[in-house]
């Protein structure tokens, strides 16, 4: 028997509850991985409260990330004791996730822990810095550098916003933050925001083509935020597309692709190729001020989960929410 968060839906109605586990309810799997900690990310609150129709089967341990040790394994790249990382792949929404004190998985989605990181600091990380560090991948392979200009940050008070802040800063970009909060000015600054700007100036309905601005940007907000990043972008420079927070809409114009070729790059931090998320790590352990991370990230316990799942979707919390699941 394990504890974990249980999403279930029936004629009862959709319901979030902390429960004891039986092994034998453990979906198919070749590696079995005792969890240490997890986190609560935006899709995890989603999931939790039923806000939006993100668990694709019932019922469903939430948690889109995971580290933790394995205890049984019959995949050939992990044996007994080794510490292991998991991001996105589809758990906690087809898959149980990582908000249990046990998750059973496929081996290939795993990649081992990276030895700078314990188990707590990658889940400070998790998704949120992953993506981040996906993010500025993308930016370097288009080229852009820290010389070119300014590079625009929005949803700066989340997660990704928080890691590609911090990153980009010491990596020695000239960052600027967006954010509707102006109580956490001194925070951004300390994780290296250069400047900071109202969200205000770019979530309503713009125009197709706006000054020059940004030699990128790294957007987690989407919608008329997305459009109007791409509008300012200066001609060859590239956006990074990885959030919906403001929605999945994109009201905007090609006007900025034709005649700025400016570069919209998507990033899918759910099911990049082993490679590509060993390289994501082995940056974030070279190129993150790991100082950071109590500023970034906070901890809680598996059983706060499911009354912060809502303060998450509020707005209420900063930064990463890590979850330990033993307490």
């Known amino acids: 028997m394990f504890q974990g968060i249980l999403i279930d839906k029936d ?16 979906p198919e799997g070749d590696v079995t991985v005792r969890v240490a900690y997890s986190t609560l990310n935006f899709k995890d609150g989603l999931a939790i409260t039923g806000s939006s129709p993100v668990v694709r089967k019932f019922p469903m341990v939430p948690g889109i990330d995971l580290a ?23 758990v906690g929404e087809g898959h149980w996730g990582g908000l249990a004190q046990k998750a059973r998985l496929n081996g290939d989605w795993l990649i081992p822990l990276p030895k700078a990181f314990t188990a707590a600091q990658a889940m400070a990380i998790g998704t949120a810095g992953y993506t981040a560090m ?38 020695g970009y000239r960052v600027v933050a967006s954010t509707g909060r102006t109580s ?55 956006v990074a597309a990885c959030g919906l927070a403001q929605g999945m809409d994109f009201p905007a114009s090609v006007a900025p692709f034709i005649l700025r070729g400016v570069t919209l790059a998507g990033i899918n931090s759910v099911t990049q190729p082993k490679a590509k ?50 307490r």
């Open 277 to 326: 998320r060993i390289l994501a790590w082995n940056r974030l352990a070279k190129d993150l001020d790991f100082a950071l991370l109590p500023l970034i990230s906070h901890e809680i316990g598996l059983c706060d989960v499911i009354e912060a799942a809502p303060r998450l979707l509020a707005g209420q919390l900063r930064g990463r929410v890590v979850v330990d699941v033993n």
């Open 184 to 238: 956490e000015h001194d925070y951004l600054k300390q994780l290296g925001a250069s400047e900071i700007i109202d969200r205000a100036t770019l979530s309503e309905a713009g125009k197709p083509l706006a000054k020059e601005r940004w030699a990128a940007v790294i957007d987690s907000v989407g919608s008329h935020t997305l459009a109007n990043a791409c509008a300012s972008t200066k001609a060859n420079g590239t």
């Open 68 to 90: 933790g040790t394995v205890e049984v394994s019959g995949h050939p790249d992990y044996k007994v004791g080794d510490q292991v990382v998991l991001n996105g792949w589809g």
């Open 11 to 26: 004629d009862s109605g959709y319901r979030a509850t902390l429960q004891e586990i039986n092994d034998d309810q453990l």
């Open 134 to 171: 996906l993010s500025i991948l993308a930016l370097e392979h288009n080229g852009v550098t820290p010389d070119q200009g300014e590079v625009l940050v929005t949803g700066a008070n989340g997660g990704v916003g928080s890691f590609a802040i911090a990153l980009l800063s010491k990596l």
